[in-house]
């Protein structure tokens, strides 16, 4: 039962345009969300995060909207750069008592390349 | 300030084997969770330990264990292992931890790998 979920496994894009990233959930009691960048033999870079009592939160270049209607979240990058190339995860911690302690529910990840 | 240390960064062992791997967290951080992540499960949540216990455990056997010490620092110790438990294992550490909504943040994680 994947309860995170990116559906598109990867997405390519021109420098100085926009990237869009997507995420779906499935779990209501999630109520925190977060996005990470992920290069090759690193760790996960957090880069933005939402609370559930907000719908967007703005980082220079990066802007996370939420919709919880929809149980959507998405990620914005403006304007994107050869930099940005990387895999970027969306992650899901929530309120479920015990069961929340410490733990992020991942998507599979977007492979993100920013073309020159 | 320094990040999230883990060591060693690669490992290998032969199958039956046991492993230890080492956490050292973001100074005054004092939640410390593990992840293993492989190219078919992604990331997936193996515990969490907060001021030296365990307050969640993930969907895996008993031959993962871990510990955390009065300075935060953890370890992770995989019993028997198994070729499958070949993986990136992942170690993050925030301030308390998910209930207040305080972002994780990672090492660079230990490749281990079974032959």
């Known amino acids: 039962d994947q309860q995170v979920k990116q559906n598109s496994p990867s997405l390519s894009v021109q420098e100085g345009r926009i990237s869009i990233l997507n995420c779906d959930y499935t779990?209501?009691?999630?109520?925190?969300f977060l996005w990470y960048k992920k290069y090759p033999a690193e760790g996960p870079t957090f880069l933005i995060s939402?609370?559930?009592?907000?719908d967007k939160n703005e980082d220079g270049r990066f802007t996370v909207f939420l919709n919880k209607s929809a149980k959507h979240l998405s990620l914005h990058i403006v304007p994107s750069q050869p930099g940005d190339s990387a895999v970027y995860f969306c992650?899901?911690?929530?309120?479920?008592?015990?069961?929340?302690?410490?733990?992020?529910?991942f998507g599979q990840g977007t492979i993100l390349t920013v073309h020159p | 300030k320094a990040g999230v240390t883990q060591t060693p960064r690669y490992l290998i062992k032969t199958r039956g084997q046991q492993v230890t791997l080492s956490c050292s967290p973001i100074?005054?951080?004092?939640?410390v969770s593990w992840y293993q992540q492989t190219p078919g499960q992604g990331l997936q949540f193996l515990f969490e330990?907060?001021?030296?216990?365990?307050?969640n455990k993930g969907n895996f056997p008993g031959r993962f264990s871990g510990r955390q010490f009065s300075n935060s620092r953890s370890e992770m110790n995989v019993s028997t292992l198994e070729l499958g438990d070949s993986a990136l294992y992942l170690c993050?550490?925030?301030?308390?931890?998910?209930?207040?909504?305080?972002?994780?943040?990672f090492g660079d994680g230990t490749r281990l790998s079974i032959l």
């Open positions: 993050a550490s925030s301030e308390q931890g998910s209930f207040s909504n305080q972002p994780q943040h």
């Open positions: 779990n209501s009691m999630f109520d925190y």
């Open positions: 939402i609370s559930s009592i907000k």
């Open positions: 992650a899901a911690s929530g309120m479920a008592g015990g069961t929340s302690y410490g733990k992020l529910t």
């Open positions: 100074s005054g951080h004092r939640s």
């Open positions: 330990y907060f001021s030296e216990t365990q307050r």
